[in-house]
Each structure stands twice: as structure tokens, then as C-alpha cells.
């Protein structure tokens, strides 16, 4: 049989033409979803999602990243307003949130509720509603509280129990310093940490209608429980509780320092367990065995109960003009397979339905039971009151606890700060 020569040529020109075109098309179809994260004990957990869920869609791409909070909080505004923003951020939720979907950054994702009711909880997941929007989903729950170091609180002769009660705590910290040790550990230069005692004093003391009655009322936040909250702070710092230095010591630093066995205990975030560990000079910390776990005190005559809880619901948003992939890798991202070995490794409490099954540390496991059994779970107030009141917030509790600030002024910048928004 003859080939015509030309006649093959002009096929397989034809042939690698179609075949760069196809090559071409399918590259021109390759997404990227961009993900920007500030938990970095979850990172590894969840890079590993990404990997898992790339290798089964091909054509898309999902890179994952981590920021350190600060950085991320700072930095996050600009990113929103640039052409470079991520396709999917972390979000404590709160007023923050609102105020970025204000600013027509944040996608509505109301359309695909249906498809994650299922899969998380109620109540974290409406935590991401605005005015009956969906515009995110939660993957985390997370409580703040006192967590204490057995070999140190024994050494200062210390029972826990005494800690239930405001003048119990205050004894215990008098008893610990008594016996030299450094009875809190405090990152007070990222000010944020400082704000959980104020928070909490806030809680025990107004109960759980005192935000929103000062969101309502005209003067709201300079009523006596704002005030009040700050006299107990004045209080707790005279005692000088906290590390020497503890003002210009950063959050990450204090972990280590906890880690070391420099201070008996610290007021926070249950993921700090894990970052002792991690940032402990040894790189071992304070093996969990030897960690003791213990809700704020109640403060006598406050209406708030020692069963209502600090802590937050973090999770993701879809940003402006991300591509669709981003929703469906956010449905992959909360679905219990995918949560699954961060809750057997005791990386947080993930707000997905059926985890708490695989949930193997006895610490994240106590920290779950006491957010189920929360009677109020409050949000961190430096993210529900909004990105400009939260700061005050903040500031305020830093600078009382410093000696900077009175009470009564600290609520009237907090008020200032609510007016002006």
C-alpha cells in the first residue's frame, strides 16, 4: 500500500496541532484556589486535605497557607482589597466578619446551606449567618480556660477545686507565688490573650444578655458590669501574677514559656496545649498527663454561670470572585472524612458532625464535653464587637492590668469606640 507522503505530513501536522491545542485548552482550564489559615498546629492537617483533594480532581489546585495571627489580622485588610486576595480566608465569625461582607469581600453561600446542614453543627454553623445569609462554615470550636500544670499546682499545695471561686482563685495565685512560682503566664504584648480575663469577667459578672443590652442602650458598655470587670482585673494584676517581662512577651514565646515549666498555669485557648508542646525549648513541653484543665471562677453575686464559656467558632469564607471550585473543596474541607485524623490527633474540636467519635485526647475530649454542656458560648469579644471595638477591647484590658488605665476609663474608650464605629 502507498502512502502519499505529503498527505501524511499534512495528518500529523494536523494531529500535533489538535494535540497542542488540547494540551493548551486543558492548561487553560487548570484552577488555583488559594486558602490563608492562622492555626498553625492545624497546618500540616490540613495541607494534607488539600493533597488528598487534589490528587482526586485533577485540573484544580489548592494550595494552603498559614499566617501568624497578628500578621494575618494586620495584613488581612489589604489582601481583601487587592486583585491578589485568597479565595478562602479564616474567620472568628463576630463582627469582624460582618464588617468584611459589608465591604462586599465575602461571598453569599446561601445556595449550598442544604448541603451543610447535614454535616456541621446548628449552632456553629449559624454563627456564619448574616441576616439569614449563609457566607461560610465553621470547622473548629474552641474554648478558652485555665490550663494548669499538675507538678507545679501540687508544689504550691494548691487543690483545684479552690479555684471554683473568685476569692478561691485569688488565693491559689497568693499560695502559688508564696511557694516561687510564677503562678500565670501572659502574652501580654499581642494584647489579645490579656482580654480573655477581661472577658470572662465581664461574663461572670453581667451574665448572658450584658453584650446586647449594651449594644442597646445608650451608654451601654460604661454600666457597672463593664466597670466592674476591670476593678476585678486591677485587682488580679496587683497581686503580680503574671512572668517578669510578660508586656513585651508575644503569644507564640509564652507558650514556650509554659512549655518550660516557668509559670503554673494560663487563661487560654485550648489549642495552647498542643503549642507548649511545640515551642517548649525541648520541643516536648508539658506532656498531656501532667496538663489539668478548669473553668473561670464564678465572682460572688455576678449572674453569669461557672458553665457559660469563652471561646470561639472559627472556620472559612469564600472571598469575592473566587472561583467555584473554592466552595466545592470548602464541602470536601468540613466533611468527616477529611476531619478526621486532626480529631484523632487532638488538634481542636472540629464543629463537624460524627467527629467527636474519633476524638482520642483526653484533654480535647474534656474540652468538647464542656462546649456541648456550654450554657452560653460566648465569642471572643475582640472579634463579636467588630474590628475597631475589639482593638479598644483589647488595649483596654492591657493597659488596666498595667497599671495605665482605670476601670471607669476603660469602659468609656470601649463605649467611644462602640459610638464611633
Same mark, same amino acid.
Given at each position: 500500500? %502507498?502512502?502519499?507522503?505529503?498527505?501524511? /505530513?499534512?495528518?500529523?501536522?494536523?494531529?500535533?496541532? +489538535?494535540?497542542?491545542?488540547a494540551?493548551?485548552?486543558?492548561?487553560?482550564?487548570d484552577?488555583t484556589v488559594?486558602?490563608?489559615?492562622?492555626?498553625?498546629?492545624?497546618?500540616? #492537617?490540613w495541607?494534607?486535605?488539600?493533597?488528598?483533594?487534589n +490528587?482526586?480532581?485533577?485540573?484544580?489546585k489548592v494550595?494552603?497557607?498559614?499566617?501568624?495571627? $497578628?500578621?494575618?489580622k494586620?495584613k488581612?485588610?489589604?489582601?481583601?482589597?487587592?486583585?491578589?486576595?485568597?479565595?478562602?480566608?479564616y474567620?472568628?465569625?463576630?463582627?469582624?466578619?460582618?464588617a468584611?461582607?459589608e465591604a462586599?469581600?465575602?461571598?453569599?453561600i446561601?445556595a449550598h446551606?442544604?448541603?451543610?446542614?447535614?454535616?456541621?453543627?446548628?449552632?456553629?454553623?449559624?454563627?456564619?449567618?448574616?441576616?439569614?445569609?449563609?457566607?461560610g462554615v465553621?470547622?473548629?470550636?474552641?474554648?478558652?480556660?485555665?490550663?494548669?500544670?499538675?507538678?507545679?499546682?501540687?508544689?504550691?499545695?494548691?487543690?483545684?477545686?479552690?479555684?471554683k471561686?473568685?476569692?478561691?482563685?485569688?488565693g491559689?495565685?497568693?499560695?502559688t =507565688?508564696?511557694?516561687g512560682?510564677?503562678p500565670?503566664?501572659?502574652g501580654?504584648?499581642?494584647?489579645?490573650?490579656?482580654h480573655?480575663?477581661?472577658?470572662?469577667?465581664?461574663m %461572670?459578672l453581667?451574665?448572658?444578655?450584658?453584650?446586647?443590652k449594651?449594644? +442597646?442602650t445608650e451608654?451601654?458598655?460604661?454600666?457597672?458590669p463593664?466597670?466592674e470587670?476591670?476593678?476585678?482585673? =486591677?485587682?488580679l494584676?496587683?497581686?503580680?501574677?503574671?512572668? $517578669?517581662?510578660?508586656?513585651?512577651?508575644?503569644?507564640?514565646?509564652?507558650?514556650?514559656?509554659?512549655?518550660d515549666?516557668?509559670?503554673m498555669?494560663?487563661?487560654?485557648?485550648?489549642?495552647?496545649?498542643?503549642?507548649?508542646?511545640?515551642n517548649?525549648?525541648?520541643?516536648?513541653?508539658?506532656?498531656?498527663?501532667?496538663?489539668?484543665?478548669?473553668? #473561670?471562677? $464564678?465572682?460572688?453575686g455576678?449572674?453569669?454561670?461557672?458553665?457559660d464559656?469563652?471561646?470561639?467558632?472559627?472556620?472559612f469564607?469564600?472571598?469575592?470572585?473566587?472561583?467555584?471550585?473554592?466552595l466545592? #473543596?470548602?464541602?470536601?474541607?468540613v466533611?468527616?472524612e477529611?476531619?478526621?485524623?486532626?480529631?484523632?490527633?487532638?488538634?481542636?474540636?472540629?464543629?463537624?458532625?460524627?467527629?467527636?467519635?474519633?476524638?482520642?485526647?483526653? /484533654?480535647?475530649?474534656?474540652v468538647? %464535653?464542656a462546649?456541648s454542656n456550654?450554657?452560653?458560648?460566648?465569642?471572643?469579644?475582640d472579634?463579636?464587637?467588630?474590628?475597631?471595638?475589639?482593638?479598644?477591647?483589647?488595649?483596654?484590658?492591657?493597659?488596666?492590668?498595667?497599671g495605665?488605665m482605670?476601670?471607669?476609663?476603660?469602659?468609656?474608650?470601649i463605649q467611644?469606640?462602640?459610638?464611633? %464605629?
Amino acid at each position: 500500500m %502507498r502512502i502519499n507522503a505529503l498527505g501524511f /505530513l499534512k495528518t500529523m501536522v494536523g494531529a500535533g496541532l +489538535a494535540l497542542a491545542l488540547a494540551t493548551a485548552a486543558a492548561a487553560a482550564q487548570d484552577v488555583t484556589v488559594r486558602m490563608l489559615h492562622v492555626n498553625e498546629t492545624a497546618d500540616p #492537617f490540613w495541607k494534607k486535605i488539600a493533597e488528598d483533594y487534589n +490528587a482526586t480532581h485533577k485540573g484544580v489546585k489548592v494550595v494552603v497557607d498559614y499566617m501568624e495571627n $497578628e500578621a494575618y489580622k494586620a495584613k488581612l485588610p489589604t489582601l481583601l482589597q487587592s486583585d491578589d486576595r485568597p479565595d478562602i480566608i479564616y474567620s472568628w465569625a463576630g463582627g469582624v466578619m460582618r464588617a468584611q461582607i459589608e465591604a462586599g469581600y465575602i461571598q453569599d453561600i446561601s445556595a449550598h446551606k442544604a448541603e451543610f446542614d447535614p454535616v456541621i453543627y446548628p449552632a456553629p454553623l449559624g454563627a456564619y449567618e448574616v441576616d439569614g445569609k449563609l457566607y461560610g462554615v465553621s470547622v473548629q470550636l474552641s474554648e478558652v480556660l485555665l490550663i494548669y500544670n499538675k507538678t507545679l499546682l501540687a508544689k504550691a499545695g494548691v487543690d483545684p477545686a479552690e479555684m471554683k471561686t473568685w476569692d478561691g482563685f485569688l488565693g491559689a495565685l497568693k499560695k502559688t =507565688k508564696g511557694a516561687g512560682v510564677t503562678p500565670l503566664i501572659m502574652g501580654g504584648a499581642d494584647k489579645w490573650p490579656m482580654h480573655f480575663i477581661y472577658s470572662y469577667l465581664l461574663m %461572670r459578672l453581667g451574665g448572658s444578655d450584658v453584650l446586647t443590652k449594651a449594644e +442597646a442602650t445608650e451608654g451601654g458598655f460604661t454600666a457597672q458590669p463593664f466597670v466592674e470587670a476591670g476593678a476585678k482585673l =486591677k485587682e488580679l494584676a496587683a497581686l503580680e501574677p503574671f512572668q $517578669e517581662g510578660w508586656l513585651g512577651t508575644k503569644y507564640l514565646p509564652s507558650q514556650g514559656q509554659f512549655g518550660d515549666g516557668k509559670g503554673m498555669m494560663a487563661l487560654q485557648l485550648n489549642g495552647f496545649i498542643q503549642g507548649q508542646q511545640k515551642n517548649a525549648t525541648d520541643g516536648k513541653g508539658i506532656a498531656n498527663d501532667q496538663i489539668g484543665l478548669a473553668p #473561670f471562677p $464564678e465572682l460572688p453575686g455576678g449572674k453569669g454561670k461557672i458553665t457559660d464559656t469563652l471561646g470561639g467558632v472559627q472556620g472559612f469564607l469564600v472571598t469575592k470572585d473566587a472561583p467555584k471550585e473554592a466552595l466545592d #473543596f470548602l464541602k470536601y474541607f468540613v466533611s468527616a472524612e477529611a476531619q478526621k485524623a486532626a480529631a484523632e490527633a487532638g488538634v481542636y474540636v472540629p464543629a463537624t458532625k460524627g467527629t467527636d467519635a474519633f476524638i482520642k485526647n483526653p /484533654l480535647v475530649a474534656e474540652v468538647a %464535653r464542656a462546649i456541648s454542656n456550654s450554657t452560653w458560648h460566648q465569642n471572643f469579644l475582640d472579634q463579636d464587637l467588630g474590628p475597631s471595638v475589639g482593638r479598644v477591647v483589647n488595649d483596654v484590658s492591657v493597659a488596666i492590668a498595667a497599671g495605665d488605665m482605670t476601670p471607669e476609663d476603660g469602659a468609656q474608650q470601649i463605649q467611644d469606640a462602640w459610638d464611633q %464605629r
